[in-house]
């Protein structure tokens, strides 16, 4: 039986690019696969201070509201992502469902 090698140099560093540019931005190895390469991330809620939030709507009369409800919904949930190269070299990414 033949093995199919599906990535390159060229598709290897744009995913070693990829997941630095993740880890850079908050992002934590959990699973990494060098055979079949792919690599899932994480990333942890953050808290927010939502006095401080409310300081700032009253301040600026009710329009840090739009501001603060953007904070709630992309902060407070975990983030798990796999990032993967596919049987073609394309590289993706593509989301997990939390624990």
């Known amino acids: 039986m033949?093995?199919?090698q599906f990535t390159n140099?060229?598709?290897l560093n744009k995913f070693?690019?990829?997941i630095a540019a993740k880890k850079r931005n908050g992002f934590v190895i959990?699973?990494?696969n060098e055979k079949l390469p792919y690599v899932v991330l994480s990333k942890e809620k953050k808290t927010i201070n939502h006095f401080f939030h409310l300081f700032l709507t009253?301040?600026?009369f009710g329009l840090w509201t739009i501001v603060?409800?953007?904070l709630i919904v992309t902060l407070s949930?975990?983030?798990n992502i796999l990032v993967a190269v596919d049987e073609d070299g394309n590289l993706f990414e593509d989301k997990c469902l939390s624990e």
């Open 2 to 4: 033949e093995t199919y």
């Open 9 to 11: 140099e060229k598709t």
């Open 16 to 18: 070693n690019e990829m």
């Open 30 to 32: 959990i699973e990494h």
């Open 58 to 60: 009253c301040i600026t």
């Open 68 to 70: 603060w409800l953007y």
């Open 77 to 79: 949930q975990k983030k």
